[in-house]
């Protein structure tokens, strides 16, 4: 009782504060999407993703607090995300958070980024227990890490060239579908046949890294062949038989590494685990070899606050503490 974070993140292109209870109780998570502003130029710019992070802070704060019910008065620590992403944006959150941390003389910690996403999963969920490994699918990131403990972790495989969030907003744009894409190539495959399109899947055998710009290039090529050849392109066949290409390396990767590291229980996390496709085809193999998948609700996946605080919490548990040098990190190792 008496332990409320406020968190904040700007990583990237969402302006986001949110409030926690006793590290799981989400009491505010208020989130102001750039993705309107970004939209016409097709991707974030990071020039303006600042600025409108600039713009936007402290009206967010403002309402995360109305939200919770609470005041200034009432939190007891901030927690903000230090890296990694765009550093003009990351700058903004973590400026706003040392100064509030300074002015009200109370604790403040810095998270990284991916470990918030992770944590996404323990927010009404404490009880989970270690060890645990997490499939973690965003824009910029994709990684199969093993979870020993809080704070203590260990990456078993990553992306050799292309995040899986980074290559569907690629082919969303290549079929003129716009941006974000991945919850664009979501609907669409829907009707289509993913048999129809032959795609390749790069298995990189003996080894728990992924690989998608062979699959990009291969889409890619495609379409500039039925281009060339004025040939009609379904875009809706094309985007389901990418969607499960993508899908049938994390399945089987993930499937394997829980196999081996003989853990009850996996997670999902990042903006990809939004995918209900992934979220079922995964669930359903993991069962079909006696282990359980979590995912986080659905608008806990993509950029929040709150999975900061939540990740804030441990780290603030232990006792770690940020100091006035506390840095926007672009590439921040995990
Ligand atoms: O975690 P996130 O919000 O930001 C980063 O940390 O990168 O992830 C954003 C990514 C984007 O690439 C977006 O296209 C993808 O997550 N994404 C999805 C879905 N929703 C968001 N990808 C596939 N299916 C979805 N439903
Ligand atoms: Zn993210």
Known sequence: EG??????????????????????????????????????????????????HMESITAVVDRALQEAQCTWSDITAIAVTKGPGLVGALLVGVAYAKGVAMAREIPLVGVHHIEGHIYANFLQKPQLEF???????????????HLIDHGKMKIIGSTRDDAAGE???????ALGLGYPGGPLIEKIAQEGD???????????????????SGLKSAVLNMLNRAKLKGEEIDKASLAAAFQNSVVDVLV???????????????????????????????????????????????????????????????????????????????????
């Open 194 to 212: 993913p048999a129809r399109y032959d795609l390749p899947r790069a298995w990189l055998k003996d080894s728990y890294d992924f690989s998608f």
């Open 167 to 173: 290559a569907y907003d690629k082919i969303a744009r």
């Open 252 to 334: 089987e990767k993930t499937c394997d590494a829980a196999k081996e590291l003989q853990v009850p229980t996996v997670l999902l996390a990042g903006g990809v685990a939004a995918n209900n496709y992934l979220r079922q085809r995964l669930q359903k193999a993991l069962q079909g070899q006696g282990q359980e998948l979590i995912v986080p609700p659905l608008e806990l996946c993509t950029d929040n606050a709150a999975m900061i605080g939540c990740a804030g919490y441990y780290r603030l548990q232990k006792g770690e503490r940020a100091g006035s040098d506390l840095n926007g990190q672009a590439n921040l190792p995990l």
């Open 131 to 145: 060890p645990l490994l997490c499939l973690v699918v965003s824009g910029g990131h994709t990684h199969l890490i």
């Open 3 to 52: 332990n409320l974070i406020l968190a904040i993140e700007t990583s990237c292109d969402e302006t986001s504060a949110a409030v926690i209870a006793e590290g799981h109780k989400v009491l505010s998570n208020v989130i102001a999407s750039q993705i309107t502003t970004h939209q016409i130029f097709g991707g974030v710019v990071p020039e303006i993703a600042s600025r409108k």
